[in-house]
Each structure stands twice: as C-alpha cells, then as structure tokens.
C-alpha cells in the first residue's frame, strides 16, 4: 500500500468516459527500488482502447465549443488540484519510477506548468485575414481543434509526458486518449481523478492502462475517429507508430531518443559547466531524452574540467529515493543496468578508461553507479548510443569546427548544450548545432514557455510554447466571394 495522505489517487485502472475500470486481471506495479509490488492495476486492452477513443469522439463537440476561456479556467482547476496534491502525486511517482523524491515533486510543478501555461495560451489561438487578389474576396484563416488526440507516452517522466501533451490538447479544444507506460500508470490515474474533481467532463480525458502495448498502440495509430497521434519514446518504436499512422494519414508528433553534446571550451567558466553537466546527465540517473549523452572538453581546460566533474560525481548519494539526500535512485529495471554496462564494457573494451564507477550498485539489482569515462572516442559504443543511464564519457577535442562535426555526427537531434563566453564562438556553435534545443552556458533547458522538440531522428512537433499549440490545431481557409453584388 502506498503511503500517501489522500487515498483515492490511488486507482484500481484506467479511466474511460468518466468511468473506472476495474476487471478481473490484475498488473502488479512495482518499486524499482526495492522489487516490491506497491499496486495493483486492471488490465485493459483494444477493445477498452477502443472505447476510449470513442468516448473522446463523443465528448468533442461539448468540450470544443466552450469558450476558450471556459476551457481555461477548468484547466486551471486541474492545475490547482495537481499542486495542493503535489507532495502525493510525488511520492506516487517516486515509488513507482524510482527517482528521488525532490526531483519528483519537481517533475510535478514542471508537469502542471504546462497546465497553467496552456490554459491560458488557449485564449490566444487567433485567426487571420488576408489581403484578397479581387475586390470581390475576402480571405479568412481560422483554427479550430484537430478533434481526437491520441497518445502513448513513456516511464521516465509518468506525470509530465502526459501533462506536457494533454494540456495543449484540451486548451486546443482536443479531447484526448494517453496510454502510459504499463510500468508507471499509478500517476496518470492520479492525475485522471484530478481532472475529475477539475470538472473536465467525462470522454474528454481517458487513461488506458494495459500491458498489450502492441495492440492498444495500433487502436491509437489508426482508429478512424483518432484525427492525431503523439509519442514519447524510442526512435525505434516512433517510426514503426509513424507508418502505423500513415495508414489514415494522422496529425503525427514524436519527441524520441537523443545523443546530447555537451561541449566545454576552453573559455568557459568551468565551475558553471560542472553544474550544467551535473544537472543534464546525472537528473532521474541518466534516464531523460535531454540527458548529456557525450562530454566533449578543448584540451587546454581537460584536466580542469575532468578533475572538478569526477569530485563532483562522487558527491552523488544513491539509493531508494524516498530517503531524503539521495541523488541517483534505481533505474527502471535489472535489464536497463544490463544495457548501460554492456556500454560501457564495450567501451572500456575499446579503449575507454572508468574513472570511476563502472558496475551495478551494491545497493540493489537496479542501481548503477555514477560513472564517469576518459579516454573515449566519438566513434565508441558509448558515444554512439543512447545511454540513457549515470554514465559520462569525456572526448577531448582541440578546435571549435572539429567538434562541431563530432557533435552532428548521429542521427539524433534533440537536446545540445555548450559552455563558452566568447559571442562569436556562441553564435557560430549555437547555429552549427544540429539540434531542437540549444543550451548556452545553461544545462536545464525546459519549461512550459519554451518549445521542446527534436530534429533529424529525433521526432518532429513542439510540446509547450505558442508553438506547441498548432499542433493541436488545423488552419482552415475561408474565401468569401460575391461580395460585389
Ligand atoms: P522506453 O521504454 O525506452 O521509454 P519505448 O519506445 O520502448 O521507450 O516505450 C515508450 C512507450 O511506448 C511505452 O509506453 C511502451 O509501452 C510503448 N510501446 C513500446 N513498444 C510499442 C509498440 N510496438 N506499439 C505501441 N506502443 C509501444
């Protein structure tokens, strides 16, 4: 039993037109921590999938002619909801993800924002008027909602994926369908028993919560009645939804995998850049999309730089995150620490030195620990992958347009960031940058008002911003003609 103040957040199974499923199979979900089974879940499956989409469908035309400003204010009630219960929905989180307790209540307050933001951008969603080319004309552009949204969303952030995506719909005047991750559904059924007692009406947010990913995720992808499809997730498993989709020519958004570089140079302020590095690679034990995926240090501040990092590294405190001071909770599972070793065995097997770290904690099956490596190559395993685990590879490099290269050397787009204090340099290296999101002397780069969002491999869409609203919405042309009679 989870240990929270409020208990009816804690839901029995998906939520569907305003309605709790509850069904004879059960999912067990479990604390990576320690392994322990903290809830259990019903199992839904296509045809639940099915009767979300439908309900959303339903709830279209009530939810899409309120006033944006209605709309708003019910948002508004959610978001207010989500933070009076904020220290539950965190220690929810917590226990069925694994990252630290403040960093929970982080992924909260971040999650809402989005809330609060769109709630407002909702009433700003303006048309326009063009100059016509005769008299007789006018021409209108207008937007209105895509209609149904659907949504598969992943593990590492259960509460703000869904936040993040959601609220731009439902201000859009969407109505919306998210399947989470099976490993972390208890935060969106927390946050569909919020949008209840918001007062967003039944069919307008659904959480089908089932273990057959496959399955639900084709209902999702090409279910008639669903007008757009967005995805959190893998590069891999984004592609195979992409041409899933293309099958009724869906609204597609992606935010997928990213190899983040994190470049130093050799004018930077050093002490700054540690911080930035920490914050980007080390936040939710490397298991963010935006993570740094590669150090890259100019030789003149190598040994500077490396020496502060690794002092920093080892200040890391690992363990349960619920236990106040720790820094690196478990990750998601014994086969995710398999992944990130064989990396770096790999690597070390191709020349890479551990300064420190290196192997699975003594702490449980599912801890790894901090680890930092020199000696690495843009080449290597560990530079070419995601690593998504608490590991640092360092490359060095010696000029501005080499590293450049090296840093747009993937297939990925997401995330970068760069230490420097000379303009000019900024300015070269931030356009030359292959990437969605550019962090200059800065390693914590979203928020609700800024669009997150990849390039390349990495997905296409924007989520938050005045940018993140369009694409919940169609343009329509209007041309009014005979205005001459
Ligand atoms: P990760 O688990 O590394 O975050 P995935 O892309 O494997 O990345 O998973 C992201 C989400 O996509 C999860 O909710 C997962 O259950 C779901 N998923 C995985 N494979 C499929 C699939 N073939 N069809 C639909 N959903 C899938």
Same mark, same amino acid.
């Not at 965190?90 to 403040?102: F, R, S, V, W």
């Not at 298991?287 to 590669?294: A, D």
């Not at 550019?438 to 390693?443: A, K, T, Y």
């Given at each position: 039993?989870?240990?929270?103040?409020?208990?009816?957040? %804690?839901?029995?199974? +998906?939520?569907?037109?305003?309605?709790?499923?509850?069904?004879?199979?059960?999912? &067990?979900?479990?604390?990576?921590?320690?392994?322990?089974?903290?809830?259990?879940?019903?199992?839904?499956?296509?045809?639940?999938?099915?009767?979300?989409?439908?309900?959303?469908?339903?709830?279209?035309?009530?939810?899409?002619?309120?006033?944006?400003?209605?709309?708003?204010?019910?948002?508004?009630?959610?978001?207010?909801?989500?933070?009076?219960?904020?220290?539950? $929905?965190?220690?929810?989180?917590?226990?069925?993800?694994?990252?630290?307790?403040?960093?929970?209540?982080?992924?909260?307050?971040?999650?809402?924002?989005? %809330?609060?933001?769109?709630?407002?951008?909702?009433?700003?969603?303006?048309?326009?008027?063009?100059?016509?080319?005769?008299?007789?004309?006018?021409?209108?552009?207008?937007? #209105?909602?895509?209609?149904?949204?659907?949504?598969?969303?992943?593990?590492?952030?259960?509460?703000?994926?869904? @936040?993040?995506?959601?609220?731009?719909?439902?201000?859009?005047?969407?109505?919306?369908?998210?399947?989470?991750?099976?490993?972390?559904?208890?935060?969106?059924? @927390?946050?569909?028993?919020? &949008?209840?007692?918001?007062?967003?009406?039944?069919?307008?947010?659904?959480?089908?919560?089932?273990?057959?990913?496959?399955?639900?995720?084709?209902?999702?992808?090409?279910?008639?009645?669903?007008?757009?499809?967005?995805?959190?997730? +893998?590069?891999?498993?984004?592609?195979?939804?992409?041409?899933?989709?293309?099958?009724?020519?869906?609204?597609?958004?992606?935010?997928?995998?990213?190899?983040?570089?994190?470049?130093? *140079?050799?004018?930077?302020? %050093?002490?700054?850049?540690?911080?930035?590095?920490?914050?980007?690679?080390?936040?939710?034990?490397?298991?963010?999309?935006?993570?740094?995926?590669?150090? *890259?240090? #100019?030789?003149?501040?190598?040994?500077?730089?490396?020496?502060?990092?690794?002092?920093?590294?080892?200040?890391?405190? %690992?363990?349960?995150?619920?236990?106040?001071?720790?820094?690196?909770?478990?990750?998601?599972?014994?086969?995710?620490?398999?992944?990130?070793?064989?990396?770096? #065995?790999?690597?070390?097997?191709?020349? &890479?030195?551990?300064? $420190?770290?290196?192997?699975?904690? @003594?702490?449980?099956?599912?801890?790894?620990?901090?680890?930092?490596?020199?000696?690495?190559?843009?080449?290597?395993?560990?530079?070419?992958?995601?690593?998504?685990?608490?590991?640092?590879?360092?490359?060095?490099?010696?000029?501005?347009?080499?590293?450049?290269?090296?840093?747009?050397?993937?297939?990925?787009?997401?995330?970068?960031?760069?230490?420097?204090?000379?303009?000019?340099?900024?300015?070269?290296?931030?356009?030359?940058?292959?990437?969605?999101?550019?962090?200059?002397?800065?390693?914590?780069? +979203?928020? +609700? &008002?800024?669009? *997150?969002?990849?390039?390349?491999?990495?997905?296409?869409?924007?989520?938050?911003?005045?940018?993140? $609203?369009?694409?919940?919405?169609?343009?329509?042309?209007?041309?009014?003609?005979? $205005?001459?009679?």
């Amino acid at each position: 039993m989870l240990n929270i103040t409020d208990q009816q957040l %804690i839901k029995k199974g +998906s939520y569907i037109n305003g309605r709790w499923l509850t069904s004879a199979e059960q999912i &067990a979900i479990t604390n990576p921590a320690d392994g322990c089974i903290i809830a259990s879940v019903a199992n839904a499956g296509i045809v639940e999938t099915e009767q979300a989409v439908v309900a959303a469908k339903a709830a279209l035309a009530v939810w899409s002619a309120k006033s944006a400003s209605e709309r708003a204010g019910i948002l508004r009630n959610w978001f207010n909801l989500i933070m009076q219960h904020q220290d539950d $929905l965190a220690a929810i989180l917590t226990q069925e993800q694994g990252k630290p307790l403040a960093e929970a209540k982080g992924e909260v307050a971040y999650g809402a924002a989005f %809330i609060e933001w769109f709630a407002e951008e909702g009433k700003r969603v303006y048309g326009d008027t063009i100059p016509a080319p005769s008299a007789d004309k006018r021409i209108i552009v207008i937007k #209105q909602p895509v209609g149904v949204v659907a949504s598969i969303t992943p593990w590492n952030f259960p509460n703000a994926m869904i @936040a993040r995506k959601a609220a731009a719909a439902l201000a859009a005047g969407c109505t919306f369908v998210v399947r989470p991750a099976i490993q972390t559904p208890l935060s969106a059924l @927390a946050m569909a028993e919020l &949008a209840e007692r918001a007062g967003i009406p039944a069919g307008v947010f659904n959480v089908v919560v089932g273990s057959e990913a496959k399955a639900m995720g084709e209902v999702l992808t090409m279910h008639p009645d669903v007008a757009k499809f967005t995805f959190t997730g +893998s590069t891999v498993v984004g592609k195979s939804l992409i041409s899933q989709c293309a099958h009724g020519v869906k609204k597609v958004s992606m935010e997928l995998g990213g190899n983040a570089p994190f470049i130093v *140079f050799d004018d930077a302020d %050093i002490d700054a850049a540690v911080q930035g590095a920490m914050a980007s690679k080390y936040r939710n034990a490397g298991q963010t999309c935006v993570c740094t995926n590669r150090i *890259f240090v #100019q030789n003149k501040v190598l040994a500077q730089f490396s020496e502060k990092f690794v002092a920093a590294v080892k200040e890391l405190a %690992i363990g349960n995150g619920l236990t106040a001071g720790v820094n690196i909770g478990p990750m998601i599972s014994a086969e995710a620490v398999k992944n990130v070793d064989q990396l770096v #065995q790999k690597s070390v097997g191709q020349g &890479a030195k551990v300064v $420190l770290g290196g192997k699975q904690d @003594a702490a449980g099956a599912n801890f790894y620990q901090p680890t930092v490596l020199t000696n690495v190559t843009n080449s290597m395993a560990i530079a070419g992958n995601e690593i998504f685990g608490p590991v640092s590879p360092i490359i060095a490099f010696s000029e501005e347009a080499e590293v450049i290269a090296m840093a747009n050397d993937t297939e990925y787009g997401l995330a970068a960031y760069f230490y420097a204090r000379d303009i000019g340099r900024i300015w070269r290296v931030a356009e030359g940058l292959e990437y969605g999101m550019v962090g200059i002397n800065e390693g914590m780069i +979203s928020n +609700s &008002a800024a669009p *997150f969002g990849g390039v390349k491999q990495s997905g296409n869409g924007r989520e938050g911003s005045k940018y993140g $609203l369009d694409d919940y919405l169609e343009i329509k042309y209007l041309c009014m003609g005979g $205005l001459d009679k």
